[in-house]
């Protein structure tokens, strides 16, 4: 039984900095690449940030040089340290424990999301 909990949204000034943790707990995901995905009201959700058990990572363009992902493969646990940050970035933030990559570049997420975490970045 899969779970997947998301923790350390919040609010943050134009500018300030947040980290989110992302933790996989009654299985195992060690070998898959895990990440971070956002939505807003009137859009789909967008990728964030992926990284793979290696530690590969990609991340949206939007993102680039403000966010950074990393890993602690031995316990399942995805951080999402967020500096920069814009009034663009307020969404909820939703973590994914198993994606898929394909071609090296198109990334799939499965079904194992969290519940979502609300980050909101003032002006």
């Known amino acids: 039984q899969a779970q997947v909990v998301e923790s350390g949204g919040g609010l943050a000034e134009a500018g300030g900095s947040l980290r989110l943790s992302c933790t996989a707990s009654?299985?195992?995901?060690?070998?898959?690449?895990m990440g971070w995905y956002r939505q807003t009201p009137g859009k789909q959700r967008e990728l964030v940030a992926v990284?793979?058990?290696?530690?590969?990572?990609k991340y949206g363009d939007s993102v680039k040089g403000r966010f950074t992902i990393s890993r602690d493969n031995a316990r399942n646990t995805v951080h999402l340290q967020m500096d920069n940050l814009k009034p663009e970035d307020t969404a909820v933030y939703y973590c994914?424990?198993?994606?898929?990559?394909?071609?090296?570049?198109?990334?799939?997420?499965?079904?194992?999301w969290g519940q979502g975490t609300q980050v909101t970045v003032s002006s």
């Open positions: 994914n424990a198993d994606i898929t990559i394909i071609g090296g570049t198109y990334t799939h997420p499965s079904d194992h």
């Open positions: 990284i793979t058990s290696a530690g590969g990572t």
């Open positions: 009654g299985s195992t995901f060690r070998f898959s690449a």
